[in-house]
């Protein structure tokens, strides 16, 4: 099951620079996606949506970009803080009588000092 | 702010063992949902769960799992008989038809 795909396991940033996340989803008919951030020993926390109405989605330092030509959305946090080390999920709800989540791998950031 | 809230966080099973994993959701929803990840993979959507019964379910949920809400308050997960590819980290999360699930710290589950 790949429909939806987060090709980099990892990424490291620089602390007060911008990082980007990226998701790649195959079925043109998603028309919702959700980010999700998760510490060690937690479970996953919503952070940030953005329906396919939209191509940008902004909150704090956190903007989602949708688009949906090359089904493709990013996840940006500028500036990078140290606690923004965590595991992020991108996250489509295929709704088939209830809502599912279907998780992308998931990409490890780490904010350096 | 109200939280999903799950016990125990970890539980260690003989294979062949049932266990319930239990679940406290956020007490206005009504959508109810068990996902696991196993160590190093995606995390997958087990089951749903709505009006006191199942409204989706996926292929790794067969006939040794259930689920249960067996007051207004708990929402469990049952392995009859667990293998050892059973072990996980088990979440279970809950939400509104119209806003994002929330998930708890999950359990983890490890069976010998």
């Known amino acids: 099951d790949q429909q939806v795909k987060q090709n980099s396991p990892s990424l490291s940033v620089q602390e007060g620079r911008i990082s980007i996340l990226n998701c790649d989803y195959t079925n043109s008919m998603f028309d919702y996606f959700l980010w999700y951030k998760k510490y060690p020993a937690e479970g996953p926390t919503f952070l940030i949506s953005i329906s396919s109405i939209k191509d940008k989605n902004e909150d704090g330092r956190f903007t989602v970009f949708l688009n949906k030509s090359a089904k493709h959305l990013s996840l940006h946090i500028v500036p990078s803080q140290p606690g923004d080390s965590a595991v992020y999920f991108c996250a489509v709800p295929v709704i088939q009588g209830a809502q599912k989540l279907v998780f992308g791998q998931g990409t490890r950031l780490t904010i350096n000092p | 702010e109200p939280e999903v809230t799950q016990t125990p966080s970890h539980q260690v099973t003989q294979m062949g063992q049932e266990v319930i994993l239990r679940c406290v959701p956020i007490s206005n929803h009504l959508y109810f949902y068990w996902y696991r990840q196993i160590l190093g993979q995606k995390v997958e959507f087990l089951v749903s769960?709505?009006?006191?019964?199942?409204?989706?379910k996926s292929e790794i949920f067969d006939d040794q799992f259930s689920v249960e809400r067996p007051d207004g308050s708990n929402f469990t997960l049952k392995i009859r008989s667990t293998k050892l590819e059973d072990s996980a980290m088990y979440f279970c999360a809950s939400s509104r038809w119209d806003q994002p699930q929330h998930f708890g710290d999950g359990t983890r589950l490890s069976i010998l």
């Open positions: 769960f709505y009006n006191n019964e199942i409204s989706e």
